[in-house]
């Protein structure tokens, strides 16, 4: 299997992982590409594997989050429509990975838009189809073939990873959207301080549903070869609950099953929002947080790849 950025057959180990969240048994190799660092599960599992790992109870897939995380889930929903609104105002917008619509629910009271998503899971399809405005379309963003020039915005929150064919679905980014069209992408950075902390317990691996994982610099350089102009690039998401999960899944590891889930109960109180929110702010602030958010503009003239 080669590279999905560069075509190198060329590996290194990185990590034996394994689903820390769900505890589904399977272990899975990460490895980095010798030829570009690009990130990924070797070998890929494939969808009748992964399936089993995106249960019912998986976090995207929740239409009313529990307890505290409401409010924090409300709250990253606005950040997402405001950053959106600093560079376009209404048009065609795409949520690719739109799981139950929450985000393009949200976008309703954030301009005049036409708003289609794209969703693979069956589950969370026949839920987002119960909620009035929004298109779905099941499959993956290669598989719908909308038109060329379409789209003013398309949005990728925490889904690029999670996703086979990476570089297909950037080029199918850039082909349906309109010249001057944008893009914003949310992805968790493996070269991050949390990430190289934390190692294999680090939450943004989340194996096996992360496939592939984007150093900053080769997501810029991918992004530049497929024409897009990248305007911004920075942390995004100061998320605390980050570093407490990732302590959570090396506590479990260790046998302090009773302390981890301490932790995870603490994760999911007002309590910890409250006293997270400031030190999440700094992380954000500081460029820190290894959830990173990057918007880019399809070149407004022809670009021939
Ligand atoms: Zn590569």
Redo the contacts with the bound molecule.
């Keep these: 299997m080669a590279?999905?950025?560069?075509?190198?057959e060329s590996i290194k180990q990185i990590y034996k992982l394994k689903d820390y969240q769900f505890k589904i048994p399977g272990e899975f190799n990460l490895v980095k590409?010798?030829?570009?660092?690009?990130l990924y599960l070797y070998p890929q599992p494939n969808w009748e594997i992964l399936k089993v790992h995106y249960p019912t109870n998986y976090d995207a897939y929740q239409l009313k989050p529990k307890s505290a995380f409401t409010i924090w889930n409300h709250y990253g929903l606005y950040r997402r429509c405001s950053i959106i609104s600093k560079y376009k105002k209404g048009g065609m917008l795409l949520d690719v990975g739109c799981a139950t619509g929450s985000f393009l629910t949200t976008m309703k009271n954030c301009g005049e838009w036409k708003l289609y998503g794209v969703e693979k899971s069956e589950y969370a399809v026949n839920l987002a189809r119960k909620k009035d405005g929004i298109n779905i379309y099941q499959g993956e963003i290669i598989d719908a073939k909308f038109p060329d020039n379409y789209f003013d915005v398309i949005t990728w929150w925490d889904v690029l990873e999670h996703v086979p064919n990476p570089s297909a679905s950037l080029y199918e980014t850039y082909r349906i959207l309109k010249p001057g069209g944008w893009v914003f992408i949310q992805t968790p950075d493996p070269d991050s301080w949390e990430a190289h902390i934390f190692g294999k317990y680090w939450r943004g691996f989340e194996a096996p549903r992360h496939l592939h994982l984007f150093p900053r610099p080769l997501l810029i350089k991918r992004l530049t070869d497929f024409g897009f102009n990248v305007k911004f690039v920075r942390s995004f998401a100061g998320n605390l609950s980050i570093i407490f999960t990732s302590l959570s899944y090396f506590l479990d590891s260790v046998g302090y099953d009773k302390l981890s889930k301490g932790i995870k109960s603490f994760t999911n109180s007002y309590f910890f929002y409250i006293l997270g929110f400031p030190f999440s702010l700094l992380l954000r602030t500081a460029n820190l947080s290894s959830s990173v958010l990057y918007v880019a503009q399809k070149s407004s003239t022809k670009y021939f790849l």
């Design positions: 590279c999905d950025f560069c075509g190198s590409c010798n030829g570009c660092n690009l």
